[in-house]
T-cell receptor
Framework: AQSVAQPEDQVNVAEGNPLTVKCTYSVSGNPYLFWYVQYPNRGLQFLLK??????LVKGSYGFEAEFNKSQTSFHLKKPSALVSDSALYFCAVRDIAGTASKLTFGTGTRLQVTL | DTGVSQDPRHKITKRGQNVTFRCDPI?????LYWYRQTLGQGPEFLTY????????KSRLLSDRFSAERPKGSFSTLEIQRTEQGDSAMYLC??????????????????FGPGTRLTVL
């Protein structure tokens, strides 16, 4: 079975500072990994995904994520946080060895960016 | 707006009533997914369709739940005899798998705004 862990319920960072939101995964085969962001009372917005190739993936709004196979991690990063980045962030995994097309999500990490 | 749309956005119902939600995917997306999200949790997969065929259902989808996508376009999710435990945000997503054009599993799912169900 595939699973995702987001070890931090909340991350606090000052505007202008770098941010990292952590994600680790477990799959039986090779993973496809995704990050989504959710604003209050809204659906999920796609940020970026890792399929294969370069371990550093660049996405929307200046976000990037680094795939680390040995550590089974896919941490979300941004060099300089904005107050408007404050939201709920979800990591998700899809196991390419499985037949299902579903995404398995983590429990989410709330990012709070303050002035 | 050409994104995924869901109707209604909010639904309040009494326990025991039936409710139906609608999802309109992005035009020409052939895959459609339903997820459920409860407070403090990530979305949980319920079911998905490729065109009009329902290819997988989660064990979360009890026999009170039924989903359809009759013409391979919009989809409906019906909950019969609602219970308080059904209170959640119901999210719909769509994606495109082009025959021979992409590896299954690499498609990106685009989500709608959700329908928030409250069962009193």
């Amino acid at each position: 079975a595939q699973s995702v862990a987001q070890p931090e319920d909340q991350v606090n960072v000052a505007e202008g500072n770098p941010l990292t939101v952590k994600c680790t995964y477990s799959v039986s085969g090779n993973p496809y990994l995704f990050w989504y962001v959710q604003y209050p009372n809204r659906g999920l917005q796609f940020l970026l995904k890792y399929i294969t190739g370069d371990n550093l993936v660049k996405g929307s709004y200046g976000f990037e994520a680094e795939f680390n196979k040995s550590q089974t991690s896919f941490h979300l990063k941004k060099p300089s946080a904005l107050v408007s980045d404050s939201a709920l962030y979800f990591c998700a995994v899809r196991d390419i060895a499985g037949t299902a097309s579903k995404l398995t999500f983590g429990t989410g990490t709330r990012l709070q960016v303050t002035l | 707006d050409t994104g995924v749309s869901q109707d209604p956005r909010h639904k309040i119902t009494k326990r025991g009533q039936n409710v139906t939600f609608r999802c309109d995917p992005i035009s020409e997306h052939n895959r459609l997914y339903w997820y459920r999200q409860t407070l403090g949790q990530g979305p949980e997969f319920l079911t998905y369709f490729q065109n009009e065929a329902q290819l997988e259902k989660s064990r979360l989808l009890s026999d009170r739940f039924s989903a359809e996508r009759p013409k391979g376009s919009f989809s409906t999710l019906e909950i019969q005899r609602t219970e308080q435990g059904d209170s959640a945000m119901y999210l719909c997503a769509s994606s495109s798998i082009r025959a021979g054009g992409s590896i299954s599993g690499t498609d990106t799912q685009y989500f709608g705004p959700g329908t928030r169900l409250t069962v009193l």
